[in-house]
């Protein structure tokens, strides 16, 4: 597992880690390793997969699950990167990837929830199955595996769990109720666990992109629609992928314990805008 050290790709100079008595901390500090896994959910593809990629760039092991079980193809052939076929609404599966992949790295630093998958359906047509589907994977997955990781960070003396959530959190978008209702709920459960956990050195924050262009709304961008919700954006484009792994991969290298359950939007200011 590569390290981001002087000399190493990373600033030169030496790096100076501070609050490293515990948690993330104490992850980075020694030799300039990273003691543990981060585990990303929903890591196959679009920004999970380019969170998985920035994290492992800078030096963590890294637990990639999917409902394939797909490596992101820059990770395939990297040391310390496994993929994992996880169903996030499994209790069963997500206790026995997770003790796996504690075991293999020697204990986990942190937990991305990106998994998540997005319904237009108008309110009348909604069926229960679908409204269950969307919630079962964006809030209750997300709560099964902050409860299935708890003891692991704790055992680590704390660390970090990023909920990616979504700037609709806070907006009303037609056809899109158990999307939004999923992802506002997701900000509550952020919330709630980082004032119960915070006594376990646990961080937890919620990442709220705005309109990003992944290879799944990259043609709906590119419509007349589309090009219409990006001009309402003060800086005027949709965001990167890479953009919000950066900001991500960068709260690992905290230490950033004050933020917990914070919610923090990254839409290019469109939530703010008027």
């Not at 959530?165 to 806070?170: E, K, L, T, V």
């Not at 646990?202 to 090009?227: C, E, F, K, Q, W």
Request: aromatic content about 4%.
């Amino acid at each position: 597992m590569s390290s981001t050290t002087a000399g190493d790709g990373g600033p030169g100079g030496a790096v100076v880690v501070t609050g490293a008595s515990r948690g993330i901390g104490a992850a980075m500090a020694g030799d300039g390793g990273r003691a543990g896994a981060v585990v990303v959910t929903g890591a196959s593809r679009g920004i999970g997969a380019a969170m998985a990629i920035e994290l492992a760039r800078r030096g963590w092991t890294v637990a990639c699950l999917s409902r394939s079980g797909e490596m992101p193809g820059d990770l395939r052939d990297r040391d310390g990167v496994s993929a994992h076929v996880c169903d996030v609404t499994d209790e069963a599966a997500l206790s026995r990837v997770f003790a796996a992949v504690a075991e293999a790295a020697g204990g986990i630093a942190g937990l991305v929830n990106n998994a998540g998958i997005h319904r237009q359906t108008p309110s009348v047509q909604l069926s229960r199955d679908e409204l269950d589907a969307v919630l079962n994977v964006n809030t209750v997955g997300p709560v099964l595996a902050c409860r299935e990781v708890h003891p692991h960070l704790v055992a680590t003396g704390g660390g970090l769990i990023v909920n990616i959530g979504s700037f609709w959190d806070r907006l009303g978008v037609p056809r899109t109720v158990a999307y939004c209702a999923s992802k506002a709920a997701l900000g509550a459960v952020t919330r709630c666990l980082a004032v119960e956990w915070a006594a376990d050195g646990i961080t937890v924050v919620d990442v709220a992109p705005g309109y990003i262009s992944t290879d799944m709304n990259r043609d709906y961008l590119a419509s007349d629609s589309g090009r219409g919700r990006l001009a309402r954006v003060p800086s005027g484009r949709a965001g990167e992928p890479e953009e919000v792994a950066a900001f991500v991969a960068g709260l690992f290298d905290g230490p950033v314990g004050y933020l917990t359950g914070s919610t923090i939007y990254m839409d290019g200011g469109l939530g703010i805008s008027v």
